[in-house]
Structures are given as structure tokens and as C-alpha cells.
């Protein structure tokens, strides 16, 4: 905490690099790669001044283990270089030269904050308040429920009355408290009690907790904002009909597919034949921009909130719902404004023509997800009208069901010509939760899966971002705002690399196709085990993965840096959802400043820049607290229906824990050998393959002592059961004789 130097989670910092004797010794893979090491450093791992015990530790001549530095985020102990080395050189004099030589493979390089370049953490925290230790009357201390955190005191006249005699009434009571200050000496910052929450482990006191942690703006629109809109009842002024007439798609077989319970449409597509293969698609999105005139106190707020934020029972929306839900939304059977891409396009998915424009539009049916996968999968099946939402425009059902099912052929070619091109995808389980109508408590749970319908939808708002993004960067090459993904860290990779190929499973992550294309052939597999590796490796691999983000081309000196490394496209950005992302509002306008619709929007580089990183900074928090919030419904599922009992597979092994990914439920648990009944544990490198020795205890149930051994892709039986502190659950697993094998799960799944 001290070389954080006062800095939160998320902060933009300057660091000074520590000399590099301070920096950590990564002494687990120094050790059990002694046999690759220089022969001098050989020698000087087992020089009289420092030897190994049997158990691979350090030991001085003395006989005691040196002090270490514990990281109990990873599981794992650290020394210092200056440290090691001290132990086993044998003249001072040559200690600078082994400091110079020593392998950098082996360290990881330290350093401490020196400045605070920008507050991006909100300062505000959830927690708990007692009283001080010290029996200090005028502060307590607040304790954040975010280890990340720093213990802050604050004034007790800040605390409810009753606090100072009767502490213990408020023990389950959170509160919010803000950081106002935090002195270089002191390991407590100062703060302010801002006010009580409510009780923990409560859904709505907890997620108001999340929202003002993360700085997520929740309050009501202003009046100031609310009078921007239009009056109601409102209509498309006539003017409009005439500009769009080019554009005017009401008399297509216009329609929308999305999830069943969405309010919020915002995407259409349309497909004509036009002969010989070749068909007119076309992909509209509501046209925002049309409503949120720039510079406005609405447009303001909704710059700054710059996302809607999505949390499993609400939503808080980025424009007020009149826009949301009615205006913007493409609604069936209403004219609505559009702005649309559209092309000429063959079977195979090659692009023969492309145009940009404002448009007018008149979805005749409003999907879900579940009706279209119903046409790809039934393709000759005589659906009926009561099957489906009401059809308007005089089109029948086989009208709409002929189309999706081109849109799908189409589709399925573009993706391959995605993947061929190096493209790269890792689904991970996504849940989503039913929830008492009454109490609001989670009753149920399903898996998300991602069908051919949404495979539809993605391919063509792909290629509508795709295609805006070139248009715009070719018209404004200074101001143009486009999304890139940097290549994953390094370090990272070549260390996933080396795990797989330990365990023998060579992947080639030289490049994101290449990376995809293993993935594939390690686990082409139907089976519930391949399925269960593909899982694992997924998770792997996505944490060496970099965040995308939005930038201003006019910020970046060098176009390489623009590339979208998953997608593998030089130029890509993010036009089709504007009722949700501020981002595709900005460029909606620089679209229509492309196309002649207006003027260029006003501003320099730096103005797009510093747009652009508030919707980075707004859409991760958002991430942030959509997580947060899943995981608070998991854990209230957990206490609520629970013990559960799981499949799992490990995915990560440390000395005293392991990572278990519960297949069904895509969550990651540590397990902690103390909280397992057994008799002992050993962790040893086997090549490189991290094992953990359990020796399980004789009980009355098992009668004799069994040996289990723990590592990457060994399949456990999970028992998730919910703690006594609120929101909180834990993980152990079954004995081994009591765990299932492959075969067995195969069959279960199977029926």
C-alpha cells in the first residue's frame, strides 16, 4: 500500500522503477529451472551461504527460511533480488556483477508511485463503521468492503445518533463514505460519512453501494435536461420525409430481432433480392443524433454518462425513456428516423456495392431471438400467426421467414470470412437470473447462449461498423472516433504458451487467427470434457487480453495502432447502438458530417480525445458493476437455494489453493487446502506443471488415506455454500472417491 503512494484502483500514475535489486525474484520458476540457469548462478544457488532443504526453500546456514514478502493475491511468495542474492554471494565485491548478469526472465521489475496523474477511482466507498481501538470519541474508523481500499477514520459526528452508545446496533449496517484526505505518514486516509445504505447483503442498498462506488450516475434527469425533448405527442415533421425520400425504406419487408424482453430497439435490417444471387441488405439504426442536439444540457449529461448501465433486475439508462422506449426506439408499425448502411451483396458474402444515409423506416414485426432460431432451425415448418408477434404492411409470415433465413446463409459466410482472416472469439458463461415477482430475490438461473439469430445480428452490425468506421476516417482523419484493441501483454502470452505446452497442449498464440485456430483444434471435441477444456483454456487465455478502447485518429501518430486485434481489422468502431453508448452518438454525427447532412462537429483532437476516454473510463465501470451485480444475485442464489453442488474443473494451481471453474455456471472459486479435511498437501512443479499432493484424512466414510493429485484441466465435484457474512459463499470439493469421472458426467448431461 505504501509505494501505491496513496493512489486507487484505476488511477492514471506516474512510476519510478525500483534499482534492480529491489525488484521481486520469481523464486518458485528461479528454483525448478535451476538446471537451465548459467553455471555460475548455479553455483551460486547453492553456495555455502544459502542451501536448499528438501522441500525446494531457501534455507539459511543458520537453519531458518528468510522473510518474504507475501502477495496474497496470487498465492505466492516473493524475495527481493538484493535479498536473494545477499544469502549466496560469497564477497560483497561481486555482488553488483551477479546484480548486473542475473537472468531478467526470473524477476519481476517493482517500483512505487511517485505522482497521481489523474483520479479516475471516485474516492467514495461502501463499508462498515466501529469504533476506534484506540477509544478515540471524535473519529471512527470505517472499513471498505474493497481490500483494495484503505481503512479511513471519520468524524462521529458524522454517524447516526445512538452510534457512540449503542455500536453493535449498527455492525450489518452499510454506509457510504468518501475519501477527502490521506497523509504520506498515515496508513489511514480522512473521509466523510456520507450516509447509511441499509442493511448488508440487501439487493437495493447494496447495488446503490456499487453505483456510487464505481461513480455511476443514477439520479433522475433534470428539468433542464427533460425540457430538450420533444413535445409529446410528437411525429416526424414532413421536412424530413422529403430529405429522406432517397433513404425512405417503409414499403421494404423492414423488421427487428432481438432479445424477447428489450424495450430498447435500435437495430433493424431489411433483404431484397435483386437477381442472380445478389441482394440488397440493409442494416438501420435510430437515428439518436436527430434528438440530442450537441451541446445541449441532455446532450451533456447523457456525454458525461456516456453508457447505459445494465444490472440483473434494472437498468440505468443513458437517455431518458421518452427516447429510449418510444421516439429512438425502432418500434413495429411506426415511421421512424433512421440512419442506414446498406449494400448490394452476393450469397457468399462479397460486398458489391455500399451506401451510407439518413433514413425514414417501418419495422413490420418485431422478433426475438427465439423466433428467428426458430425459423433457421425449422426452415419448412407452417408457422402460424399466433406463433408470432403481429406482422403489419401486408407481409406474411413466410415473407419474414424467407429473409431471415437469407440474412442467416449470408451471415454464416461472413463469419467464416471473419475467422478465416484471423479473427478471434472466447465466449465465457454468461448467467442470467429469474427473480420473484415479489421479494426481487433471484429463483432461478439459466445459461446465456449465443445461437445462429444472434450470430445473424452480430455479422451485420459488424459490418455496418466496420464499414462506418472507413468512411469516416477517410473523410476526417483528424477527428474521426474509432475503437481499437491493442495486442495482449506480452509477458502474459509467452507465460500461457508455456503452461499449455507443459500440459501438453501446444497452442500458437502468435497472432489472434493463429491463437483461434488452436483453440479450436485442441478442443474440436463434442464430448463434456473437450467442452469442459475449452472452457478453461478460454478463460486463459482471455487474461492476457488488453481492453478495447475509443480514441480520436488525430491522438495516434501511427495507423498500426489503430488495428482491432481480436476482430483482426485495421479500422473499427461503434455505430449501432446509440441509445446506449454515447461513443456511437459522436459518430453518428461525424457520419452525417461525412455524408454533407451538416456541418463537421466542433472541436480539436484533444475534445474527441478526451470524449473518448470518458466512454472508456464510464463503459468500464459499467463492466465493473454489471459483474459486481451478477455476482452479488449469485451469491443471494447461493444462500437462498444452496448448499449447491457442481461439476468443476481446475484452471490454476497454487501452493496452498487452487482455482476451480465451475463449468455450469462459468464462475472461478479458489479453494483453500486448510479448508479440506486432510492429512497433508504437497505442491511440486512436474516439468513446469504445477501439482498439488492431497493426501486426504481417514474418516468415518473413507477408511483408508487416498492421494489426490490437483492440476490444470483435473475435474472436481464443487460444493458451493453460503457464509455467515453477508454476500458472501465458499467452495470445497468432494473426496475423490466420491468425485465423478467423465464418463459419468457424459451420460448425465446425455440425459
Not at 544459502?50 to 498465492?75: A, L
Not at 429512438?328 to 450469397?347: A, E, G, M, T, Y
Amino acid at each position: 500500500m505504501r509505494n501505491r503512494n496513496r493512489s486507487l484502483n484505476g488511477d492514471i500514475v506516474s512510476v519510478v522503477i525500483n534499482p534492480k535489486e529491489e525488484w521481486k525474484v520469481m523464486d518458485d520458476d528461479f528454483k525448478n529451472e535451476l538446471d537451465k540457469v548459467p553455471l555460475d548462478f548455479q553455483q551460486l544457488a547453492l553456495s555455502p551461504h544459502g542451501t536448499k532443504d528438501n522441500k525446494g526453500d531457501i534455507v539459511k546456514n543458520d537453519g531458518t527460511t528468510p522473510q518474504k514478502n507475501e502477495n496474497k493475491g496470487n498465492d505466492k511468495a516473493y524475495l527481493s533480488l538484493g535479498d536473494y542474492l545477499k544469502m549466496r554471494v560469497k564477497s560483497t565485491s561481486s555482488f553488483p556483477m551477479m546484480v548486473e548478469k542475473f537472468p531478467e526472465k526470473y524477476l519481476q521489475k517493482t517500483g512505487k508511485v511517485v505522482c497521481i496523474v489523474e483520479k479516475k477511482h471516485s474516492r467514495a466507498c461502501t463499508g462498515y463503521i466501529r469504533k476506534m481501538a484506540d477509544g478515540n470519541q471524535d473519529r471512527v474508523l470505517f472499513s471498505p468492503i474493497d481490500p483494495r481500499l484503505p481503512r479511513l477514520t471519520v468524524p462521529m459526528k458524522d454517524c447516526p445518533k445512538g452510534f457512540a452508545e449503542r455500536p453493535e446496533d449498527y455492525e450489518t449496517t452499510l454506509f457510504i463514505a468518501r475519501i477527502s484526505a490521506w497523509s504520506e505518514t498515515s496508513k489511514f486516509a480522512s473521509g466523510t460519512l456520507a450516509r447509511s445504505l441499509g442493511k448488508a447483503g440487501q439487493i437495493e442498498p447494496e447495488t446503490e453501494g456499487i453505483l456510487i462506488e464505481n461513480g455511476v450516475d443514477y439520479s433522475e434527469f433534470p428539468l433542464e435536461a427533460l425540457a430538450c425533448l420533444p413535445q409529446t405527442p410528437w411525429s416526424i415533421p414532413q421536412v424530413e420525409y422529403g430529405k429522406r425520400k432517397d433513404f425512405d425504406f417503409r414499403k421494404e419487408c423492414l423488421f427487428t430481432i432481438d432479445p424477447a424482453t428489450a424495450r430498447d430497439l435500435d437495430d433493424a435490417v431489411h433483404c431484397n433480392s435483386l437477381g442472380g444471387g445478389v441482394y440488397e441488405i440493409g442494416v438501420h439504426i435510430a437515428d439518436v443524433s436527430f434528438f440530442l442536439e450537441a451541446k445541449t444540457p441532455l446532450d451533456i449529461m447523457a456525454g458525461n454518462r456516456a453508457t447505459s448501465v445494465y444490472l440483473v433486475q434494472k437498468v440505468i439508462p443513458m437517455l431518458p425513456r421518452l427516447l429510449c422506449e418510444q421516439l429512438c426506439s425502432l418500434n413495429p408499425d411506426k415511421d421512424r428516423l433512421s440512419f442506414s448502411v446498406v449494400w448490394h451483396i452476393n450469397q457468399h458474402g462479397d460486398i458489391l456495392e455500399e451506401k451510407f444515409g439518413r433514413s425514414i423506416i417501418r419495422s413490420c414485426v418485431k422478433l426475438s431471438y427465439q423466433h428467428a432460431q426458430g425459423f433457421i432451425e425449422q426452415p419448412t415448418r407452417q408457422w402460424t400467426n399466433e406463433e408470432l408477434p403481429p406482422i403489419s404492411e401486408g407481409f406474411s409470415i413466410e415473407d419474414i421467414k424467407s429473409r431471415v433465413l437469407i440474412l442467416d446463409k449470408i451471415a454464416k459466410n461472413l463469419r467464416k470470412k471473419r475467422f478465416d482472416n484471423g479473427a478471434l472469439r472466447l465466449d465465457q458463461v454468461k448467467l442470467q437470473y429469474s427473480l420473484d415477482p415479489e421479494s426481487g430475490l433471484p429463483n432461478g438461473y439459466s445459461v446465456y447462449q449465443q445461437k445462429d439469430s444472434n450470430k445473424l445480428i452480430e455479422e451485420f452490425m459488424l459490418l455496418a461498423n466496420m464499414a462506418v468506421a472507413h468512411k469516416i476516417y477517410k473523410t476526417f482523419p483528424a477527428i474521426a472516433v474509432l475503437r481499437r484493441h491493442p495486442s495482449p501483454q506480452k509477458k502474459m502470452v509467452d507465460d500461457l504458451v508455456e503452461l499449455c505446452n507443459n500440459m501438453g497442449l501446444p497452442i500458437d498464440a502468435s497472432n489472434s487467427g493463429t491463437l483461434q485456430r488452436s483453440l479450436v483444434a485442441l478442443c474440436s471435441g463434442d464430448d463434456y470434457e473437450s467442452k469442459a477444456k475449452m472452457q478453461i483454456l478460454t478463460v486463459l487465455c482471455s487474461k492476457p487480453m488488453q481492453t478495447a478502447r475509443y480514441f480520436c485518429t488525430g491522438c495516434l501518430d501511427d495507423e498500426a495502432e489503430f488495428h482491432h486485434y481480436a476482430l483482426n481489422v485495421p479500422l473499427y468502431t461503434h455505430f449501432t447502438s446509440p441509445i446506449r453508448r454515447y461513443a456511437d452518438v459522436m459518430v453518428h454525427r461525424l457520419l452525417a458530417a461525412a455524408l454533407g447532412y451538416n456541418e463537421p462537429p466542433v472541436g480539436s483532437s484533444i475534445d474527441f480525445q478526451h470524449r473518448s476516454s470518458n466512454c472508456n473510463d464510464k463503459k468500464n465501470a459499467s463492466k465493473i458493476v454489471q459483474e459486481l451485480s451478477s455476482d452479488m444475485f449469485f451469491a443471494i442464489f447461493v444462500k437462498e437455494c444452496g448448499p449447491l453442488e457442481e461439476h468443476g474443473m481446475v484452471m490454476g494451481v497454487m501452493d496452498h489453493s487452487f482455482d476451480v471453474l465451475i463449468l455450469k455456471l462459468g464462475v472461478v472459486k479458489r479453494i483453500y487446502t486448510d479448508k479440506l479435511p486432510l492429512a497433508s498437501s504437497l505442491f511440486t512443479k512436474n516439468h513446469k506443471k504445477p501439482e498439488l499432493a492431497l493426501s486426504w484424512a481417514i474418516t468415518d466414510m473413507h477408511h483408508t488415506e487416498v492421494v489426490q493429485t490437483i492440476t490444470i484441466f483435473t475435474p472436481v465435484n464443487c460444493v458451493l455454500k453460503a457464509e455467515d457474512k453477508a454476500l458472501k459463499w465458499s467452495a470445497t470439493i468432494r473426496h475423490p472417491n466420491d468425485q465423478p469421472n467423465f464418463a459419468t458426467v457424459n451420460k448425465e448431461v446425455e440425459e
